[in-house]
């Protein structure tokens, strides 16, 4: 093995369509000899069958549909190599019908190629793929006039379009790394100079230029940001393993790490690879990994470590810069969602800025987008996101909106006229609307605090009987008491879930958020469901916070299928209900519930009073 | 041993796929050919998961794989501990008779896939393809939706950018996801070196044959190599100019062979 460089620079070629992009692509292959044996034969043959000349483009053009038509319809990908290093080439379509695709493969680039002939000038799409490239956050912008040949090799004509592109770019706020001409059909001035055709030209060749383009290194030296994807645990493994990516900067093993937008914290106690020969330590900007914590702390997916000191903005309202690419138009008031990483949120339409002309970058006085279109839009969501300026970061500053199931644009994020509302605390902002009354007011009235009871058991093992007795005593001491069951729930709240995982989940989840409010209005709250997942009732105790208490109610599956009070265990022995707790879909029973209520060796009568003495005694004022 | 650092980035890539895929996909299986790639891709997928692969490895069968292939199966099978459902496809005679030999031979494992899709109801499909193989495979994405019989509509893909996949579909589709759709050949080979892979020995040559591409014995040839070593395999292919499907019948009945393969849900 030499020591031959193994990275690889990613490049999208663009450009307007039929200026010559997939014909440099085949060029450069033929040059740097990367074209496979017998593919130049097998290109001669295809070219002539349509009666042309050898087609280089047809190395790239690989669906019989874009042969035919001659035009490039979707993106690919190809690879070639230098002395220095490999490079992948990617090939975006330049017919405006397409661009979706373009994006889709320039989106992935380090560098661009932009495609002007020579004859016709900079055009409507080479002014369109120019201004995505500032979008898409792409530096290193190189720039070709190709068919040289068709306007005689002329420098003054060169010179002419050069000046025109250079122009356009520096109003993008793009330098070109280098500006060569060429005639790509016959291989001047990309691997060799054209001493014979265009004297005049003093600059290097094509692949020169690109040796000196420089891959875009991973964000080690921004402030670390971790997206979680997923939390991972497996039967008889004690580990809970958070899972996702460094998007940049540095995870630390010991680090202590905030996480948004729940504001929770927690020390990393693990950095957790399988198969791996030594401890890890630490974990680059790129790298896919999972790591442990010391607390159990409620994290999931779309939820963005970062360290105490660094975080991201938070906020309900966000400006973005955007390209639009769906057949409907995008107007004020629209929902859509928005995603980043692994974050995902409903966002409405709260304006539309401008829509900026490509063309002569002026400012259009429209209120609604039409495909292809860009435009400066602000986005507001109900819920609290964790965002970042693109300029600040770029890999967690960028968006891609989705309409219901579709991709419909995308683009860059700038907070630069929002303020973080970090520090401005969840009970503030209710503050800000409720003025007057704050909790420890109704507590006050009360006479005691507001809790969520959170019951959790077998079917079965009495979770209902204790909270209907709880209910009946809190009553009696003139508390404000209220117990969630199925009943009260599912018939209302909750009427349009199943008993799908995801309903299920969904379900305990409002229950959660409504037993939170509720504690929040000064009531005690007794929850009263099998509630059979750990996860679940982790984010219930997130909801309602310090005034959750999570209680156990134990009796072994024996027990509670013998008493079955409405006959489910045997309906789920007979295989009528499915995924019936215990039977066949699992009970996560709780590590470390505040009380265990063991109803198999105590009667009604002494659960009772045990869960009234452990609430009376939480509750005070 | 070359410890090719530049893998780790693939890797970090392919596997935060996987863990996209198994977040947002359910129900979801992966089509093992036994081949290096999708070896690979199931030896990422227990990184992915510390140790454990998640869903169903599923082989379209055809009964046509050479031996060294079906013991290779059972032995890794064995070893490493996973699911593997076979799915028997269906044979020649019900095929398209207008297609090409090789094409209509191929055929039986989009046919084997479309039964199992319809009858198992699976949402992703992950798939070990790469985008250097094979032209039409360069034009992919890393989620590719299909209709439920499997069809491609490759005129009118998804806008995919930034590691945002789309993962939610209408009913009566699928999603075919492609982990290692960045990789090379060489990529592979390297990695498989690097990580202690276990691979079908075909690969190896003997006689001063080699296969560099697995197949069904029908239509599938070994190639000239001396290569009877990984080292000698990677060796050969920074060299070689050779396309790694040449071996492949199926891909140069016609022009458009794959094409029409690929359409109707080839993998």
Not at chain 1, 10 to 37: A, F, W
Request: overall charge negative; some cysteine.
């Amino acid at each position: 093995m030499t020591s031959k460089n193994l990275t690889q620079l990613n490049m999208v070629i663009v450009g307007h369509v039929d200026h010559g992009k997939s014909t440099l692509i085949g060029r450069l292959l033929y040059d740097t000899d990367s074209l496979p044996e017998g593919k130049v034969e097998e290109l001669k043959a295809i070219s002539e069958k349509r009666g042309m000349d050898i087609e280089w483009s047809f190395v790239l053009d690989a669906f019989q549909a874009e042969r035919d038509q001659a035009v490039t319809i979707d993106t690919t990908q190809i690879w070639f190599k230098t002395e220095k290093r490999n490079y992948v080439i990617i090939d975006a379509p330049g017919h405006r019908e397409f661009l979706k695709n373009m994006i889709s493969g320039a989106a992935a680039a380090d560098a661009a190629i932009l495609v002007v002939d020579a004859d016709e000038g900079v055009q409507e799409q080479t002014k369109r793929h120019a201004y995505l490239l500032h979008l898409l956050g792409i530096q290193q912008v190189g720039v070709v006039i190709n068919k040289m040949d068709l306007v005689g090799h002329k420098k003054e004509r060169y010179d002419e379009v050069s000046q025109e592109v250079v122009d356009y770019l520096a109003h993008l706020g793009i330098t070109a790394r280098f500006i060569v001409p060429i005639s790509a059909r016959h291989g001047d001035n990309i691997a060799s100079i054209a001493e014979k055709t265009m004297p005049w030209y003093d600059g290097e060749t094509v692949l020169s230029n690109l040796d000196k383009l420089q891959i875009q290194p991973p964000l080690v030296d921004r402030p670390m940001r971790f997206m979680v994807q997923d939390v991972y645990r497996y039967k008889g493994d004690e580990r809970r393993i958070i899972v996702g990516r460094v998007e940049s900067g540095i995870l630390n093993k010991g680090d202590k790490l905030l996480f948004s937008p729940s504001n929770l914290e927690a020390t990393v106690v693990s950095l957790e690879k399988w198969n791996s020969e030594k401890e890890i330590t630490y974990a680059k900007a790129g790298e896919s990994m999972g790591f442990t914590l010391d607390k159990p702390i409620f994290v999931e997916r779309g939820h963005i470590a970062s360290t105490h000191d660094n975080p991201p903005m938070l906020t309900r309202v966000f400006a973005a810069n955007i390209f639009w690419i769906a057949h409907h138009e995008l107007k004020e008031g629209m929902l859509l969602t928005a995603k980043f990483g692994t974050c995902s949120w409903p966002v409405m339409v709260q304006s539309i800025n401008k829509v900026i002309n490509t063309d002569d970058l002026q400012n259009e006085n429209q209120k609604q987008v039409k495909r292809n279109e860009m435009a400066e839009v602000v986005l507001r969501s109900s819920e609290m996101m964790a965002l970042y300026s693109y300029v600040n970061n770029p890999r967690t500053g960028r968006l891609v909106l989705f309409d219901k199931y579709d991709v419909v644009g995308g683009g860059i994020i700038d907070m630069a006229k929002f303020a973080d509302q970090r520090n401005v605390s969840k009970a503030a902002d209710l503050y800000s609307v409720e003025h007057l009354l704050r909790r420890e007011n109704r507590e006050w009235r009360n006479g005691h605090k507001g809790a969520v009871i959170w019951l959790t058991g077998l079917s079965g093992s009495g979770k209902s009987s204790v909270a209907m007795e709880v209910e009946k005593l809190l009553f009696n001491q003139e508390k404000q008491v209220y117990v969630l069951d199925g009943d009260n729930v599912r018939n209302g709240l909750n009427r349009d879930l199943g008993f799908s995982d995801e309903d299920r989940s969904e379900n305990i989840r409002r229950i959660g958020e409504v037993a939170a409010l509720m504690a929040d209005a000064g009531m005690i709250v007794i929850t009263a469901f099998i509630s059979p997942f750990k996860e679940d009732r982790m984010r219930a105790r997130a909801a309602a916070g310090q005034s959750f208490h999570e209680v156990y109610i134990e009796a072994d599956l024996a027990t509670c299928e013998q008493r079955d009070p409405k006959g489910l265990y045997q309906k789920a022995r007979e295989g009528k209900i499915k995924e019936f707790t215990g039977i066949s879909s699992p009970y996560e029973a709780p590590d470390n519930p505040e009380i265990v209520v063991d109803t198999q060796h105590h009667s009604l009568e002494e659960c009772a009073q045990q869960v009234l003495t452990y609430v009376n005694d939480v509750t005070k004022v | 041993m070359p410890m090719y650092d530049y893998l780790d980035e693939l890797e970090s890539r392919t596997i935060y796929i996987l863990r996209e895929a198994y977040n947002r996909v359910k129900p979801l299986g992966m089509l093992w050919s036994i081949g290096k790639d999708s070896t690979a891709l199931l030896w990422m997928i227990r990184k992915a998961f510390y140790g454990r692969v998640p869903f169903p490895m599923i082989q379209l069968d055809t009964e046509m794989e050479l031996p060294e292939v079906y013991e290779f199966r059972d032995q890794l099978v064995k070893d490493w501990g996973f699911e593997l459902k076979v799915e028997l496809c269906p044979p020649e005679e019900e095929m398209d008779q207008t297609l090409p030999p090789a094409t209509r031979s191929a055929t039986r494992k989009t046919e084997g896939l479309r039964n199992l899709l319809l009858r198992d109801q699976y949402r992703g499909m992950i798939l070990g393809i790469r985008r250097d193989e094979q032209s039409m495979r360069a034009k992919e994405r890393i989620f590719s939706p299909r209709t439920l019989d499997g069809k491609w509509d490759f005129k009118d893909q998804p806008a995919e950018l930034w590691d945002q996949y789309k993962t939610d579909f209408p009913q009566g589709t699928h999603v075919r996801i492609h982990p290692i759709l960045h990789w090379t050949e060489l990529d592979i080979w390297r990695y498989t070196l690097r990580e202690k892979i276990p691979y079908v020995p075909l690969y190896l040559s003997q006689n001063g044959k080699r296969y560099r591409s697995l197949g069904e014995k029908n239509i599938t040839f070994p190639i000239d190599s001396n290569a009877s070593t990984l080292e000698e395999i990677i060796a050969e292919l920074e060299v070689t100019r050779q396309p790694e499907r040449a071996g492949r019948a199926m891909d140069h009945d016609s022009e458009d062979s794959f094409e029409r393969l690929r359409a109707g849900g080839y993998m």
